[in-house]
């Protein structure tokens, strides 16, 4: 990666598995230290180990994104111990399923708590140590779903959709202050997040597994893409070409693509096409 990261040092959220080991793992490659922040410790110790196999060197710490004290904890520890932090990946993230005003409350907080709060902590304590070090990057993880809102996904939606809304400001706040920023907007790949989802039935919770295990891309793929954009800085990536043509497709024509979904859910269709698409690799 290029020069403007002097120090190569980064705190990956998550990191205990998925997404978040593949891009500790991409980063190490390349000589990083990463910080593998997660609330899974076992996950986390593994991730270490296959960290430093890789070449690279890092350190294991415990925290919930969703609880301001933890982060606190977390970025004074990485910025005191390393003397910096030049990527900050907000990964960490959970999945909850269901028709709006059947989820319980719980859930959404539950979702809320650690998708949006998550990074509204980290950035609440990364962004005034960045700005005071002299730069920085951040790489938020949304999904296409922050884009194009399918149904029964409203509280994964709700909370992917501010995330690229609070990338696309931070991306112009943080100019001046040379701190890049990145949202990544994935489509479904092979990940644990059906691990900790919560969802309402079982055709939910099997076609969002399903969903995953027949994702087109790995997740080392996805983590080369997007450690690829951190180093262009760019704003937005979609690093499977269905999702591109998603959100090219909804930009384009937001009232007649919202009024297909409509009718497909009117006419009874939407689940089955859903399925099949996700069983043809389409999504």
Same mark, same amino acid.
């Given at each position: 990666?290029?020069?403007?990261?002097?120090?190569?040092?980064?705190?990956?959220?998550?990191?205990?598995?998925?997404?978040?080991?593949?891009?500790?793992?991409?980063?190490?490659?390349?000589?990083? $230290?990463?910080?593998?922040? =997660?609330?899974?410790?076992?996950?986390?110790?593994?991730?270490?180990?296959?960290?430093?196999?890789?070449?690279? @060197?890092?350190?294991?710490?415990?925290?919930?994104?969703?609880?301001?004290?933890?982060?606190?904890?977390?970025?004074?520890?990485?910025?005191?111990?390393?003397?910096?932090? =030049?990527? *900050?990946?907000?990964?960490?993230?959970?999945?909850?399923?269901? +028709?709006?005003?059947?989820?319980?409350?719980?859930?959404?907080?539950?979702?809320?708590?650690?998708?949006?709060?998550?990074?509204?902590?980290?950035?609440?304590?990364?962004?005034?140590?960045?700005?005071?070090?002299?730069?920085?990057?951040?790489?938020?993880?949304? @999904?296409?779903?922050?884009?194009?809102?399918?149904?029964?996904?409203?509280?994964?939606?709700?909370?992917?959709?501010?995330?690229? @809304?609070?990338?696309?400001?931070?991306?112009?706040?943080?100019?001046?202050?040379?701190?890049?920023?990145?949202?990544?907007?994935?489509?479904?790949?092979?990940?644990? *997040?059906? =691990?900790?989802?919560?969802?309402? =039935?079982? +055709?939910?919770?099997?076609?969002?597994?399903?969903? *995953?295990?027949?994702? $087109?891309?790995?997740?080392?793929?996805?983590?080369?893409?997007?450690?690829?954009?951190?180093?262009?800085?760019?704003?937005?990536?979609?690093?499977?070409?269905?999702?591109?043509?998603? +959100?090219?497709?909804?930009?384009?024509?937001?009232?007649?693509?919202? +009024?297909?979904?409509?009718?497909?859910?009117?006419?009874?269709?939407?689940?089955?096409?859903?399925?099949?698409?996700?069983?043809?690799?389409?999504?």
């Amino acid at each position: 990666m290029s020069s403007r990261f002097s120090r190569k040092t980064a705190v990956v959220t998550g990191a205990g598995s998925g997404l978040g080991r593949a891009l500790s793992l991409e980063l190490a490659c390349v000589g990083w $230290r990463v910080g593998i922040v =997660d609330i899974n410790d076992a996950g986390a110790e593994e991730t270490l180990g296959l960290v430093e196999r890789a070449g690279g @060197s890092g350190a294991v710490f415990h925290a919930d994104v969703g609880v301001a004290g933890d982060v606190a904890e977390m970025t004074q520890h990485f910025f005191a111990e390393w003397g910096g932090v =030049d990527l *900050l990946v907000n990964n960490a993230g959970v999945a909850v399923l269901g +028709w709006t005003g059947e989820i319980p409350l719980e859930d959404w907080r539950y979702i809320i708590d650690t998708n949006l709060w998550g990074v509204i902590h980290t950035c609440t304590e990364f962004v005034p140590r960045m700005k005071a070090q002299g730069g920085g990057h951040i790489l938020n993880i949304a @999904s296409i779903a922050g884009i194009v809102s399918l149904a029964e996904l409203a509280p994964y939606n709700s909370t992917k959709s501010a995330i690229v @809304s609070i990338s696309e400001t931070l991306k112009s706040e943080l100019a001046k202050s040379r701190i890049g920023v990145t949202v990544a907007c994935p489509i479904y790949f092979r990940s644990h *997040l059906a =691990d900790t989802m919560r969802n309402i =039935d079982s +055709w939910e919770h099997d076609y969002f597994a399903t969903a *995953l295990d027949k994702g $087109r891309m790995d997740p080392a793929r996805v983590a080369e893409k997007l450690i690829a954009a951190v180093e262009r800085n760019r704003l937005y990536v979609f690093p499977q070409a269905a999702a591109k043509v998603l +959100w090219a497709v909804q930009r384009a024509a937001p009232g007649p693509w919202y +009024w297909f979904l409509a009718l497909l859910n009117r006419l009874g269709l939407e689940r089955p096409v859903m399925k099949v698409l996700s069983l043809m690799k389409l999504l």
